[in-house]
């Protein structure tokens, strides 16, 4: 299968549970050798061989990149989801060999900072584990505000104040409290970048504040892996390579691109890269847009689709694929 | 066995030459008998033995002599060299990368023992000997960057990545073909390449750094790109220009073989760990024609792109006040017959 990127053979060296929803792994080579260093927010597909389905997922890197011994991922059990996490919790114990690709940054830090302001919501946390072991090993500056739904899904939360005391504020939502994000986005020093991973919802909250409050683009970062979600089935005419696919309710357009042997170049498989752009021949029906690399005129001029999150509903679809 | 390290100069007395073997794995540019820019990149992996491909970064029998001439550009002009304060950390990644690949390469030549963050780095070709911890500064005599790039041919230009674009926040630029990094350091890609004629037009920039910023770790790219210098000069800077510019004048029909020198840049790509910056070695290769005509494909086919070559790009790689009389001269070893595709010489 043609990636942009080179393949790395691991096992699961340890599957731990964290909490009622989230486990982590862990994985080292199968050589025994050092995994190639990463910077904090890079994240690695891993490939998940479920009997004939092969499903490959973006996940972020959690531990230090300091230590390359093994690379730690923690993954949220999405009972509706297409079913890649449901197999990570059910399926992968210790001693399973797997695939990853090599580690992508797609949410990195600007080192030209002078400070760096973290905001998380739930699973949105784990890139920021790598980022402020990062960043404290050479002395810089953060501050990272979590909101969690309650103290027991927290996850990471004792570890980090354990680790960075009173430069990290917890927020639960079932306590009612609140990050407030006017206050603490005015109240910032010059030269300060904020970053963001969580739900949609929070993400384009706290873009839209940032903006409100006068804050430069380019000092707000945020990571938007969409999770491809499930839908209806469609058909599919991939014109250059003449043939006719089906995309089951489970799997992602581009799953079933490349199940059909056709390989497009792909990073995030989140809609967020761009790699997967693919150009529409012709259509009869509706899309179903859920990447964040499109333009919204992009997205009205049915011309493209990014498969690797969007799907389709109707007649007919055509891909130059 | 390892490389025999010629002692020559690139300045006053020009005593650089190519042996026979140099000759043979010159990486001349042009693949047809005629030449128009294009976004020629391809993946950086190993390539032949006895080409300069042989490695992912080259050595070869000029190296000492290289960065003899590096210290004294340096000891000029010390703003050859600069890194913004937050590109230590992508300094790092290359000390890393040309330590482990120039190791890698040439056991012979160097060593890297590494013990977790205690490093031991031994050059014997300049007789050093260092010990010190990786990620302090306070360990080298010089930044990491400084430090390496003193210690590799080639210039190298690291590009922050943010923003969707790429900005020249930290270099060593000592062999350039006529641009600088004081003037260039902290713009970004389309900044620094405004003077360049025709690629805007093509959309070529947009093209490159779409693939630029997608740049993987583990799969680094190149180019090669080319202009002339007269003389062997490896210091073309416009700093210098006033030592250099004047010798353009100085070409006659009886001094081109020794004096007009086609300059070829490997140009690579790698995506940094550590800082997620891209480096951009930028490796420069001379030789003259008097050198290059040893092999008649490529006396036929320099003739040819030369002759042919719009001026527009023969005005901005600087050939336009000596074009006549190189094209006449090469013209004389140009039967008419065709050229193999590819390359290499025949």
Redesign the interface.
């Known amino acids: 299968m043609s990636t ?3 393949k790395l053979d691991v096992v699961v060296s340890d599957v731990v549970p964290v909490n009622e929803l989230v486990t982590r792994f862990h994985f080292r080579r199968r050589d025994g050798q050092l995994l ?4 904090g ?2 994240h690695v597909v891993v490939e998940m061989r479920d009997g004939e389905r092969t499903r490959l997922n973006p996940y972020s890197l959690m531990g230090s ?1 300091l230590d390359t011994r093994e690379y730690t991922i923690s993954v949220r059990r999405d009972d509706a989801g297409r079913g890649g996490s449901l197999f990570m919790h059910r399926q992968v114990r210790p001693g399973t060999e797997m695939v990853v690709s ?4 797609l949410f ?5 900072a002078r400070k760096h302001l973290m905001l998380a919501g739930g699973i949105g946390i784990t890139p920021f584990m790598a980022q402020t072991a ?1 960043l404290a090993a ?1 002395g810089g500056n953060f501050e990272l505000h979590y909101t969690c739904r309650t103290a027991s899904l927290g996850t990471y939360a004792d570890l980090l104040r354990e680790r960075y005391d009173r430069r990290v504020r917890l927020y639960h939502d079932d306590r009612d409290e609140r990050v407030d994000l006017d206050r603490l986005l005015s109240s910032q020093p010059l030269g300060t970048h904020l970053y963001v991973c969580g739900p949609s919802g929070m993400i384009g909250w706290v873009r839209d504040r940032a903006a409100a409050l006068g804050w430069p683009p ?1 000092t707000v970062h945020f990571e938007h892996f969409a999770a491809p979600q499930p839908g209806a089935p469609f058909d599919v005419t991939l014109a250059l390579s003449g043939k006719t696919i089906r995309v089951d309710e489970q799997q992602s357009l581009l799953e079933a691109i490349e199940a059909a042997g056709v390989d497009p170049p792909y ?1 995030c498989r989140g809609g967020v ?1 761009g ?1 997967c752009e693919t150009n529409v021949i012709s259509h009869d029906g509706k899309f179903i847009h859920n990447d964040h690399w499109l333009s919204e005129e992009d997205h009205r001029s049915g011309c493209k689709i990014m498969p690797c999150v969007s799907r389709f509903e109707g007649r007919s679809l055509v891909l130059e694929r | 066995m390892g490389i025999t390290f010629r002692k020559e100069t690139f300045r006053d007395d020009f005593t650089f030459r190519n042996s026979p073997e140099h000759i043979r794995r010159f990486p001349f540019p042009f693949h047809e008998d005629s030449y128009m820019y294009a976004v020629n990149i391809e993946p950086h992996v190993v390539g032949p033995k006895g080409s300069v491909l042989e490695n992912l970064i080259d050595v070869d029998e000029h190296y000492v002599a290289e960065m003899q001439d590096r210290a004294l550009v340096l000891a000029e002009d010390p703003l050859r060299c600069q890194s ?4 230590t ?1 992508a300094g790092w990644d290359l000390l890393e990368l040309l330590m482990e690949q120039q190791a890698l390469g040439y056991p012979e030549h160097f060593t890297l023992i590494r013990d977790g963050d205690r490093w031991r780095w031994i050059n014997r070709p300049l007789g050093i000997d260092d010990s010190f911890t990786f990620g302090d500064v306070s360990t080298l005599p010089y930044g990491p960057m400084e430090y390496i790039t003193r210690q590799s041919q080639g210039d190298f230009c690291i590009l ?4 969707g674009n790429l900005w020249m926040d930290a270099g060593m630029v000592t062999t350039q073909a006529d641009w600088s990094l004081d003037f260039d350091i902290g713009m970004n890609f389309f900044e620094w390449h405004a003077p360049v004629p025709l690629a805007h037009e093509k959309g070529i920039f947009v093209r490159a750094l779409k693939f630029l910023t ?1 740049i ?4 680094p790219a190149r180019r090669l790109n080319w202009t002339m210098t007269i003389n062997p000069r490896l210091d073309t800077s416009p700093e210098n220009y006033h030592k250099w510019g004047p010798d353009r004048a100085t070409v006659t029909p009886e001094n081109v073989g020794e004096k007009v020198h086609l300059r070829v840049e490997l140009q690579s790509f790698w995506r940094l ?4 910056a891209i480096v951009f070695p930028i490796r420069c290769y001379l030789i003259k024609m008097d050198e290059l005509v040893t092999q008649p494909k490529w006396a036929r086919r320099l003739h040819r792109v030369i002759r042919d070559l719009p001026d527009e790009l023969a005005n901005y790689k600087g050939l336009t006040r000596y074009r006549p009389t190189l094209v006449e001269w090469l013209s004389k070893l140009d039967d008419g017959s065709p050229t193999s595709p590819g390359f290499g010489p025949d």
């Open positions: 942009g990127t080179t190639p260093t990463f910077s927010g890079a990149p090599y580690p992508v940054n990195s830090l600007d080192l030209r990062q050479q380019e990073l890269c790699q | 913004l304060p937050h590109m950390l922050d990545q943010r923003d997608n993987q770790q583990g799969k760990p550590r800082s997620n």
